[in-house]
């Protein structure tokens, strides 16, 4: 079983950064992808972005240009670098990864971003 550790959220104002993080508790080069969501509670869950392992990117097109992923394998963590960040960036951000070790999915317990003047 692979546990996900988030941290990183917190209230932010609008035009600011944060950088969340997704700790493993496997080896993080071994998933096929790290993944990250967000759901408010005004709106479905929704793709944010998607670090693939041979580093290939995706982006939401509403965060694209603005918000990064990244890993750093010697700490099996992934990272969610938000820059420029808009009020409608409000949410619970969670990670999720798959692990072709295990055939399965596994998500963070989430962490709050709140993005408010």
């Known amino acids: 079983q692979v546990q996900l550790v988030e941290s990183g959220g917190g209230l932010v104002q609008p035009g600011g950064s944060l950088t969340l993080s997704c700790a493993a508790s496997?080896?993080?080069?071994?998933?096929?992808?790290v993944s990250w969501y967000r759901q408010s509670p005004w709106k479905q869950r929704e793709f944010v972005a998607t670090?693939?392992?041979?580093?290939?990117?995706n982006y939401a097109d509403s965060v694209r240009g603005r918000f990064s992923v990244s890993r750093d394998d010697a700490k099996n963590t992934g990272y969610l670098q938000m820059n420029s960040l808009k009020s409608e960036d409000t949410a619970v951000y969670s990670c999720?990864?798959?692990?072709?070790?295990?055939?399965?999915?596994?998500w963070g317990q989430g962490t709050q971003v709140t993005v408010s003047s």
């Open positions: 496997e080896s993080i080069v071994d998933f096929t992808y």
């Open positions: 670090l693939f392992r041979d580093r290939t990117t």
């Open positions: 999720k990864v798959y692990s072709p070790t295990y055939n399965s999915y596994y």
